[in-house]
């Protein structure tokens, strides 16, 4: 991201939100993804969350269907190890796409004062999309960290195959300025990094 691109101050407290980080989506059935680095990436920003006592939350997909690769109960379920909680932080549950529908975050965000939101996690397209479309709705000021979130290849309406490289550059740009602001995640630790006075 150019220079004078950098995002230099977030509207405050900004909650981090890391979703459907799970085991089940490293199933090989869900076929090619992109950014391996995503869990690298959120790993990073949840580090950065924590030291600096910033408010984190988490959202876990559990699948309804008795053959769900997610469903609660199951393996798949379970949290990946770069972003595993803490017994402090508040996981939410959920059963659709968004991480708003039938759990207590909106309730809980506000509760806190959050004024701005950081989505990473999976999938770009499908729960990361919906909720962000979702937060930007209610009123909080929307960020996604492109590099911290990936999707799985699909096709095309027609059937055309689409890379999951295609499909995450989609749904990021169908997100950018109308729902969210995309970043990296060199950019949104430079945002909250020390500022430095010239001698």
Do not use: Y
């Not at 509207?11 to 490293?26: K, N, R, T, V």
């Not at 965000?109 to 990473?120: D, F, R, T």
């Not at 969210?180 to 945002?191: E, F, M, P, S």
């Amino acid at each position: 991201m150019p220079a004078e691109e950098r995002m230099k101050r977030l509207p405050e407290p900004c909650a981090l939100l890391i979703m459907d980080m799970q085991q089940g989506f490293d199933d090989p059935a869900w076929g090619e993804r992109n950014n391996p680095a995503a869990e690298v990436n959120a790993g990073r920003l949840l580090r950065d969350w924590r030291r600096r006592g910033a408010p984190v939350v988490h959202s876990h997909h559990a699948s309804p269907a008795p053959g769900g690769r997610l469903r609660l109960g199951q393996p798949g379920h379970d949290p990946k190890p770069e972003t595993r909680p803490l017994p402090s932080e508040p996981v939410f549950l959920k059963s659709v796409n968004s991480a708003f529908i039938g759990t207590g975050l909106e309730r809980h965000l506000i509760e806190q004062g959050v004024a701005s939101l950081v989505l990473v996690g999976l999938t770009t397209n499908h729960c990361v999309s919906t909720t962000a479309r979702m937060a930007s709705n209610l009123g909080f000021w929307t960020i996604v960290v492109g590099d911290a979130t990936a999707a799985f290849a699909a096709a095309h309406v027609d059937g055309r195959p689409r890379s999951a490289a295609e499909v995450h550059d989609a749904a990021l740009s169908d997100l950018s300025g109308e729902f969210a602001r995309i970043i990296d995640t060199r950019a949104l630790l430079a945002a909250f990094a020390p500022e430095t006075v010239d001698a």
